[in-house]
C-alpha cells in the first residue's frame, strides 16, 4: 500500500483490559474496519500485555490466510518498541519479563535501561531487534510498514543529547539495514510531548536534528518518514506553537513535518477519552476538529467496540474522506 491510500483514522489498540473479553472485542472491532474503509492499524509491542499485538494478528491471519478476503498489502500497520513490555499470555509482568527474557537471554544489560520513575526505556538495536520479530510472530506477517521508537524521550532526559543522538544515530543504522531486509519498510519516532516542549526543556527533540542524523546515516533516501505526537482540542500544540526550527525559522511541528518531508500521525484525539467523559464534549466534534486540521496523514483512535469503529465511519463521511 502507498502512503497516501491509508485511511485518514487509524485502529488504536492501546486503551483496554489484557483479558479475554476484551480480546474478542478488539478482533470483532478490527476485522469490521477492515472489511470497510480502514486500512491503517497502530500498535505496540507493549500495548495489553502484548494481547493488542495478538489480536490484530488473529484478525490477519484469518481475513489474508484462511479466508483470503483482503491482501497483506491492503493492510498498513504501525508498531512501536523501546518500552519493557509484560507478557500477559505468559503470566510475566514488565519486571519479570525484563528478567525472565531480556536479560535471562543476554537481549539486554541492566546498563541499556534508562529508567525514570515506573518507566524503562532501551535505545539498544539487540533489543528492536528482537522486538520486531515479536511483532511479526504476534501479527502473523512478514514486514511491519513503520516500526517506531516509543517514547524516546524517556532515554534523552536520561542519557542527555550527547549520547541520545549518538545512539539514535546507531538505532537508524539498525533500522536502515531492516529496510534492506525486508522487515520493515519506514520507520521513526512515536512521542508524547517531545516534539511539541518548548525548546531547552529537558526533554525535547529537535525534528531538524532527527532528520540530519538520518540523513548522516542514509543522505536524502533515509526511511525515517514518520513521527506520531499527541493532537486534540485541549493539546493543539503540534498546529499553533512555533518550537521547531527549520533552517534558522521558527515553524509548528506540522509546518517543520512538511518542509522536512515527514508523515505525522496523531494520537489521543480523544484525550484518552478524557475530553468525552469527563468534560462532556461532542465525540463527533472532537474528531472532525482533527480530521479537518491540515497536516495530519491520519490520526490513531481507540476502537475496541464495533459500535466506536461506525462512529468514526460516519465521521469520516461528514470531513468527505
Known amino acids: ?134 511483532s511479526l510472530k504476534h501479527m502473523h506477517v512478514d514486514y511491519i510498514d513503520v516500526h517506531y521508537i516509543h517514547n524516546p524521550e524517556v532515554s534523552l532526559i536520561v542519557l542527555g543529547e550527547e549520547v541520545f543522538y549518538q545512539k539514535l544515530k546507531s538505532l537508524f543504522s539498525f533500522y536502515e539495514q531492516q529496510v534492506e531486509k525486508g522487515l520493515i519498510r519506514y520507520y521513526g519516532l512515536a512521542v508524547w510531548s517531545a516534539f511539541t516542549e518548548s525548546p531547552g526543556t529537558s526533554g525535547y527533540i529537535s525534528l531538524e536534528k532527527v532528520i540530519n542524523v538520518a540523513q548522516s546515516v542514509a543522505g536524502n533516501s533515509h526511511h525515517l518518514c514518520f513521527i506520531q505526537a499527541p493532537f486534540n482540542q485541549s493539546n493543539q500544540r503540534a498546529a499553533n506553537d512555533e518550537n521547531q526550527q527549520i533552517n534558522g525559522k521558527w515553524r509548528t511541528l506540522f509546518q517543520a513535518a512538511e518542509e522536512l518531508r515527514v508523515h505525522v500521525t496523531t494520537s489521543a484525539p480523544l484525550d484518552c477519552g478524557r475530553l468525552a467523559n469527563h468534560q462532556h464534549k461532542n465525540v463527533d466534534e472532537l474528531m472532525s476538529m482533527v480530521l479537518n486540521t491540515p497536516g495530519i496523514l491520519s490520526t490513531m483512535i481507540g476502537m475496541r467496540k464495533v459500535d466506536t469503529v461506525k462512529k468514526n465511519l460516519r465521521c469520516l463521511n461528514k470531513v468527505g474522506s
Open 1 to 134: 500500500m502507498e502512503i497516501s491510500e491509508v485511511s485518514r483514522i487509524a485502529i488504536g489498540t492501546h486503551l483496554g483490559k489484557m483479558n479475554e473479553e476484551d480480546s474478542l472485542l478488539y478482533q470483532a472491532s478490527i476485522e469490521f474496519a477492515l472489511l470497510k474503509r480502514i486500512n491503517f492499524i497502530d500498535t505496540a509491542l507493549n500495548y495489553r500485555g502484548m494481547r493488542s499485538e495478538r489480536d490484530i494478528g488473529s484478525v490477519l491471519e484469518t481475513l489474508i490466510q484462511k479466508e483470503k478476503q483482503i491482501n497483506r498489502k491492503d493492510v498498513f500497520l504501525s508498531t512501536k518498541a523501546g518500552i519493557v513490555p509484560g507478557d500477559i499470555d505468559a503470566q510475566l509482568r514488565p519486571d519479570q519479563y525484563l528478567q525472565k527474557v531480556l536479560l535471562k537471554k543476554d537481549i539486554l544489560q541492566l546498563s541499556d535501561l534508562q529508567i525514570i520513575d515506573h518507566h524503562k526505556h532501551v535505545m539498544e538495536a539487540s533489543f528492536y531487534e528482537f522486538a520486531i520479530q515479536q
